[in-house]
């Protein structure tokens, strides 16, 4: 149990998520065990102590966005409400606690938020994120209360503009300090065609790694296959992308087995790409700025209300189609194959970026960096016009 407190917070350090100084864990064994920062250490043992689940990321996030959604929020509200598919699914919502409501323990007040939601934002403190089995799951919720408050506040800002003292210096600091340039240079990718089982698996296990470093996608956040004849080779749901090696499962390309019980959420839509597509590879992950200008609709008047699932339309942002499209089973699955078949890359609308490889990952991963770095550049464009 030590352990976990070592690894998540290294996890935390590396992924830029959160201040180095400023992490705490906590996990239920047979004994409550909290470490790191001692004063968020004891309120995540506090917390957690009141609690059925079993472990607990405490941690003041590297970037004051979450506190300035907090500050910027109307009196009377109580909760952030983030439109990206990650929310949706997996946090529903944010409650936040303001400063001025935590008394002299707010231990209690946390520890019911928490009893109905994965990840609690507390002015002035950070965020909590809770576990129901284990710490791992507790980073991965707070990993996703990070990146959704993170577009959440992007786009607030893109809309209305800094409204708090403090907010612009803080804002060009993550612009110029927080930011890094991206790029695949000095990555090696296996050349294609990929045709033995051990080299795929291998060079699926580097390109996952490579994605995470470069801070293209949060480590549980995406997905990776590359196809050889009548076998798929896909990263598992839920698995870690920095950490994929046994991770990765080999599924049939027809429909024919009941293979893909561990295999991505998205095997559905992986097996229409390469049917549309003829490609060997496929990355998909939740790059920050292309989930942000996905959201980004200049459309008026339009009647349709969850454009996230039921818009028909494909847009575009640069030469990248944008569709919209549920997880699984769903529109997903149906909008990207013939989107993604003429340009190779594809965003779906409040979620991420799917593109294609024609033998190996190379192109693959230079497509899903320039789709990010043309995202990228665009919000600052805009925020630049906005601004005056
Ligand atoms: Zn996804
Ligand atoms: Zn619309």
């Not at 990321?57 to 990206?84: Q, T």
């Not at 990555?187 to 698996?201: H, K, M, V, Y």
């Amino acid at each position: 149990m030590r352990d976990q407190v070592s690894v998540y917070t290294n996890k935390l350090i590396a992924d830029r998520s959160a201040h180095a100084q400023g992490i705490a864990i906590a996990a239920q064994d047979d004994v409550l065990i909290a470490g790191g920062a001692p004063d968020l250490a004891r309120l995540a043992g506090d917390v957690l102590s009141r609690l059925t689940c079993l472990g607990m990321v405490v941690a003041c996030p590297s970037l004051p966005f979450a506190d300035f959604l907090v500050a910027r929020a109307p009196a009377g509200e109580s909760c952030i409400v983030p439109r990206d598919t990650e929310t949706r699914t997996f946090l529903h919502d944010i409650p936040f606690l303001r400063r001025s409501d935590l008394g002299a323990d707010p231990a209690p007040v946390i520890a019911r938020l928490l009893g109905s939601r994965k990840g609690v934002v507390v002015e002035g403190v950070g965020i909590v994120a809770s576990g129901a089995l284990t710490v791992e799951q507790a980073y991965i919720n707070y990993s996703s209360v990070f990146h959704s408050t993170f577009v959440k506040y992007l786009q607030d800002v893109l809309h209305h503009g800094f409204i708090l003292p403090g907010e612009a210096e803080a804002f060009a600091a993550f612009r110029s300090q927080w930011l890094r340039p991206l790029t695949d240079e000095g990555l090696a990718f296996r050349s294609g065609p990929l045709a033995e089982r051990d080299e795929i698996l291998d060079e699926i296990a580097t390109v996952g790694r490579y994605t995470v470093e470069r801070g293209l996608v949060d480590s549980f956040f995406g997905n990776i296959s590359c196809r050889a004849g009548e076998v798929i080779y896909i990263s598992q749901t839920a698995a870690s992308l920095d950490s994929l090696a046994g991770c990765i499962d080999p599924v049939p390309t027809d429909n024919s087995s009941t293979f893909g019980i561990t295999a991505s959420s998205e095997l559905l839509a992986h097996r229409r790409i390469y049917e549309a597509t003829g490609a060997a590879t496929i990355l998909h992950g939740h790059p920050k700025f292309a989930v942000i200008m996905s959201m980004e609709c200049a459309e008026e008047g339009c009647a349709i209300t969850d454009c996230w699932k039921e818009c028909d339309r494909v847009r575009f942002l640069g030469d990248t189609p944008v569709v919209a499209g549920e997880i699984g089973a769903g529109g997903l699955a149906r909008r990207v194959p013939p989107a993604i078949a003429g340009p190779r890359k594809a965003v779906v609308y409040g979620h991420g970026v799917f593109t294609v490889g024609e033998t190996d990952f190379a192109d693959a991963f230079r497509a899903l960096v320039s789709v990010e770095n043309w995202c990228r550049g665009e919000y600052f464009r805009r925020l630049e016009e906005r601004l005056g």
